[in-house]
T-cell receptor, first 118, second 117 residues
């Protein structure tokens, strides 16, 4: 299967600890997105990369959150000093976008990382 | 800011019957895209259907079709000949197509669809 891969699938941590998630996009995709989904809600946008450049960040992404995509391949999302409110599923998606606002851009989502902060 | 509202938290349908899921949205933009995504228990979001706002013709994908009413800002999904595999959470989503607009998808809260055998 060459879809979007996220690791780990589940993460349990104690409040105040740092956590890091990894996303491996489909290999030829140039865009990579991070979303957060809490129980009973739809996904909320966090940030996205075009190759290695982080082009947009949500106001939801506080100073405790940082995302990187070195060399335009995989991406990591780190949360420092986790809080109980960070408990959510973190979704990654990738796409091949040849133009800005391409109508044919199709996002492929991973299965997410479920974070529980105790 | 754009918002997407799904007023039906849960819906159910008998196998082989037709069901319609509702979605309304709010935006001041004239150029945008609308989507329906399916999220099965595996958690992986899957694109079901897409509509470009400048197109008057409603999109169709096999058993899935939409009723796009731009003036009313309504975008409903019709699933015909429902199958057990259609059971999932369905999310309506909006994306700007305007120059300078955000690249993000704005999702509704979702509708849980149950298909009864």
């Amino acid at each position: 299967d060459t879809g979007v891969s996220q690791d780990p699938r589940h993460k349990i941590t104690k409040r105040g600890q740092n956590v890091t998630f990894r996303c491996d996009p489909i290999s030829e995709h140039n865009r990579l997105y991070w979303y957060r989904q809490t129980l009973g809600q739809g996904p909320e946008f966090l940030t996205y990369f075009q190759n290695e450049a982080q082009l947009e960040k949500s106001r939801l992404l506080s100073d405790r959150f940082s995302a990187e995509r070195p060399k335009g391949s995989f991406s990591t999302l780190e949360i420092q000093r986790t809080e109980q409110g960070d408990s959510a599923m973190y979704l990654c998606a990738s796409s091949l976008a040849l133009l800005r606002r391409s109508p044919n851009e199709k996002l492929f989502f991973g299965s997410g990382t479920q974070l529980s902060v105790l | 800011a754009q918002t997407v509202t799904q007023s039906q938290p849960e819906m159910s349908v008998q196998e082989a019957e037709t069901v319609t899921l509702s979605c309304t949205y709010d935006t001041s933009e004239s150029d945008y895209y609308l989507f329906w995504y399916k999220q099965p228990p595996s958690r992986q979001m899957i694109l079901v259907i897409r509509q470009e706002a400048y197109k008057q013709q409603n999109a169709t994908e096999n058993r899935f079709s939409v009723n796009f009413q731009k003036a009313a800002k309504s975008f409903s999904l019709k699933i015909s000949d429902s199958q057990l595999g259609d059971a999932a959470m369905y999310f309506c989503a909006y994306r700007s197509a305007s120059q300078g607009g955000s690249e993000k998808l704005v999702f509704g809260k979702g509708t849980k669809l149950t298909v009864n055998p």
